[in-house]
């Protein structure tokens, strides 16, 4: 398995655990604000703290790999992922800016925000495992 | 899988330079062995640029490395 695949495996997985944890708990109680945000913001540091020893374990288990520059396969992979993640989020910034508007105010919006980031990283993410997986000829 | 419409002979052509690893090959055309795996089986298709760093690498022209698949008859 290619290095960046392996990595991009740990950020998908480490996202989807630590963020369908909160959109899980928001949607099931009702935080308030500040708990909603300290809760947001500590998933998001334990997920990359969670990313970052995965990666460092990784790395020393495969020392050369990882020290290796991204190839041309590496970067066209990369490449598809932001490309398709950024129509997602356009998407979900639309939504968010000029739909919900008009009937959602306050934490509703800013959640939905979050939630349009996550999905768009996730995508990103999982564009990339699947193309390393099943072929990609961009 | 996504379905690439060139073929290649690197395989062959590395075993007949010496048993030459896919390491060995990645290494001398700037690219991982993982690539080099996934290009030998169809799951990426190299620029051209990486084509003719193999080809030469390998000692044969391009279209003894890589050819094209014509299914429109």
New interface residues.
Partial sequence: ???R?KIAWITLVAMLIAYGVYFTLISLSTLPPVSMLALFGGLTVIQVIAVIVATTVLAALSSE?AR?KP????R?VARRGASIAYFVLIVGMITVGVVMPFRDTGWRLINASLFALVVAETVRHLIVVVS?R????G | MAESRINNQIRTLRFLAGEMTQADLGARIGVTRQTIAAIEQGKYSPTLEAAFRIAKVLGKPLDEVFQWEDRDG
């Fill in positions: 398995m290619a290095w695949e790999e290796a190839d041309e396969r590496d066209a390393y099943r072929g990609w000829h």
